[in-house]
């Protein structure tokens, strides 16, 4: 299984980007998934999640600004980043938690892409 994220780059503050994370190989379904973000010389901080039915947790320094989505049939997450601020700025993580066999489910993760928020 391999997830593979895109979308970020340079953004002013106040502006938008919105990132995708595909997951591809051999699997069962995808239950939860989510984005985390590191940002220089800080640990890596919970984003968002989203489980397999829709339902949604948000960091508080992102809610009312991120919707987090998925779409099961291109097995691809999303997330939409609106009213951007500076501290924005990080390597964005995506990860899924993936079932590969009946009674087998691992934790996969992207290797990431970087969203920069200019003042």
């Known amino acids: 299984v391999q997830l593979q994220a895109s979308g970020g780059g340079l953004a002013q503050a106040g502006g938008s980007l919105r990132l995708s994370c595909a997951a591809s190989g051999s699997f069962f379904f995808i239950n939860t998934m989510g984005w985390y973000r590191q940002a220089p010389e800080k640990r890596r901080e919970l984003v968002a999640t989203i489980t397999s039915d829709g339902s949604t947790n948000y960091a508080d320094s992102v809610k009312g600004r991120f919707t987090i989505s998925r779409d099961n049939a291109k097995n691809t997450m999303y997330l939409q980043m609106n009213s951007l601020k500076p501290e924005d700025t990080a390597v964005y993580y995506c990860?899924?938690?993936?079932?590969?066999?009946?009674?087998?489910?691992?934790?996969?993760w992207g290797r990431g892409t970087e969203v920069t928020v200019s003042s």
């Open positions: 990860t899924a938690a993936v079932r590969v066999a009946p009674n087998v489910q691992n934790n996969y």
